[in-house]
T-cell receptor, first 115, second 113 residues
Framework: KAGVTQTPRYLIKTRGQQVTLSCSPISGHRSVSWYQQTPGQGLQFLFE???????NKGNFPGRFSGRQFSNSRSEMNVSTLELGDSALYLCASSGGQGSSSYEQYFGPGTRLTVT | ELKVEQNPLFLSMQEGKNYTIYCNYS?????LYWYRQDPGKSLESLFVLLSNGAVKQEGRLMASLDTKARLSTLHITAAVHDLSATYFC?????????????WGAGTKLIIKP
């Protein structure tokens, strides 16, 4: 079974621009969560989508948004980029069966650099 | 607000020694996770602990959960160099359905040959 995939893997943007990151979950998984990882703030929860609906949301400004499609693929968008948005953005999928139903499986991440 | 504290944040040890990483959290939760991260890489799931008294073991790693004390431990037995990594614990802060993991700061573990 293929794992979680994220595209692009690396991205360089300029302040003020916007960016869209994509995540394809493991086949059959319906929940997709997004996390931001920075050296200063560590790992922080952004939001979670399930069946095309945002189910949970972290404490991030409205510049951060996301969506999920009917095939469970998810995108997150950051508008008006700031230097502080430079981070590793991780996507996780979950929703397996049985004992693995609570596991969150992470993709390789997208490294965003804002200059 | 749920807070998760890990200690120590940095640990340097010799191969063959035993050590324990501690993860304390501030409010009740149904799920606690342990992950491993190698430099420049993503997160690898180690354990999911779902109930009080849960204990899981994989190789030289053993994790346990005490929900009354709001404490989880990750015990490393007879450490080997390959276990060098950063270890994170995370607690689910979801009140009703879904996932919202709150993370500890991570423990950077260096195991010297």
């Amino acid at each position: 079974k293929a794992g979680v995939t994220q595209t692009p893997r690396y991205l360089i943007k300029t302040r003020g621009q916007q960016v869209t990151l994509s995540c394809s979950p493991i086949s059959g998984h319906r929940s997709v969560s997004w996390y931001q990882q920075t050296p200063g703030q560590g790992l922080q929860f952004l939001f979670e989508y399930f069946s095309e609906t945002q189910r949970n949301k972290g404490n991030f400004p409205g510049r951060f948004s996301g969506r999920q499609f009917s095939n469970s693929r998810s995108e997150m968008n950051v508008s008006t980029l700031e230097l502080g948005d430079s981070a590793l953005y991780l996507c996780a999928s979950s929703g397996g069966q049985g004992s693995s139903s609570y596991e969150q499986y992470f993709g390789p991440g997208t490294r965003l650099t804002v200059t | 607000e749920l807070k998760v504290e890990q200690n120590p944040l940095f640990l340097s040890m010799q191969e063959g020694k035993n050590y324990t990483i501690y993860c304390n959290y501030s409010t009740t939760s149904d799920r606690l996770y342990w992950y491993r991260q190698d430099p420049g890489k993503s997160l690898e799931s180690l354990f999911v602990l779902l109930s009080n008294g849960a204990v899981k073991q994989e190789g030289r790693l053993m994790a346990s959960l005490d929900t009354k004390a709001r404490l989880s431990t990750l015990h490393i037995t007879a450490a080997v160099h390959d276990l060098s990594a950063t270890y994170f614990c995370a607690v689910d802060d979801v009140k009703s359905g879904g996932y919202q993991l709150i993370w500890g700061a991570g423990t950077k573990l260096i195991i010297k040959p």
